[in-house]
């Protein structure tokens, strides 16, 4: 009946098949796992948890998730004053090298956008 205690080890249990490139049973595993954080309101896991998925969406070279769910993450981090802010930044830090500043400041328009739509 731990709730919390399933969504870690959801969230673990993510983790170790995404190290084995098994990408679709860890984005279950996370999904699962997020919602289980979003019921119990639990906005720091909520927040791991996107990061994760962010790591993903990147390794599926799927750019546009990957930063959706890296810009949450650091939002929620940022409210909660949390030192995983750092972590988020630098996730952000490297797609931004990776992609170059003209394209991701493009991609980060498009999503701000997205995610300003959800929010209406």
């Known amino acids: ?5 399933i969504a870690k080890t959801l969230h673990n ?32 896991s909520i927040a791991i948890t996107l990061g994760q998925l962010g790591k993903l969406a990147e390794a599926e070279k799927d750019d ?23 972590l988020a930044r630098s996730n952000l830090a490297r797609m931004r090298e990776r992609l170059g500043d003209a394209e991701f400041e493009r991609l980060q328009r498009e999503v701000v956008k997205e995610l300003e739509k959800q929010e209406k």
Do not use: C
């Open 1 to 5: 009946g731990d709730k919390s205690g």
């Open 13 to 44: 249990l993510g983790t170790i098949h995404q190290a084995q490139a098994e990408y679709e049973k860890a984005r279950a595993l996370y999904e699962q796992s997020l919602k289980i954080d979003e019921e119990l309101g639990d906005k720091n």
């Open 64 to 86: 546009r998730a990957a930063l959706r769910n890296y810009l949450v993450a650091f939002s929620i981090f940022e409210e909660l004053k949390s030192p995983y802010r750092d």
